[in-house]
């Protein structure tokens, strides 16, 4: 009984962490192009750090057959990217006022975000 209370509380500390508690790393982007893989269900990096007032290129790279990967959407931006297979695509992003600016596939089960500040 004692056993079943504590592995109990053990999956709740870790739901409460999972759900709240967790933070993303954030990648930053320097003066390199940045390298997005679309790769097992997700983006990797998924949070990216741009300074504002900046522009940057993200280069996304899809190594996920999923037809769900195939576009990266960034609605706040108006951008609409078609990534094909095992090819290299690179999207310009202008300078940005300080913000999150979320990116995702067109069913947003893949998504990511831009946080600029």
């Keep these: 009984m004692v056993l079943v209370n504590l ?7 870790l739901i409460i962490w999972w759900f709240w508690l967790y933070k993303p790393r954030e990648t930053s982007i320097n003066d390199d192009n940045l390298i997005v893989t ?4 997700s983006y990797f990096p998924a949070h990216i750090k741009l300074p504002k ?3 940057a290129v993200i280069t996304f ?18 951008i609409n990217e078609t990534l094909p297979l095992d090819k290299p695509i690179s ?3 202008p300078g940005l006022k300080a913000g999150e600016y979320a990116f995702h596939c067109q069913m947003q089960m893949y998504r990511g975000v831009l946080n600029v500040g």
């Design 7 to 13: 592995i109990g509380a053990a999956l709740i500390g």
């Design 38 to 41: 679309v790769e097992n269900g």
């Design 53 to 55: 007032n900046q522009a």
């Design 61 to 78: 790279l899809r190594k996920d057959p999923s037809p769900c990967a195939e576009v990266v959407m960034i609605p706040k931006l108006d």
């Design 91 to 93: 999207i310009e992003i």
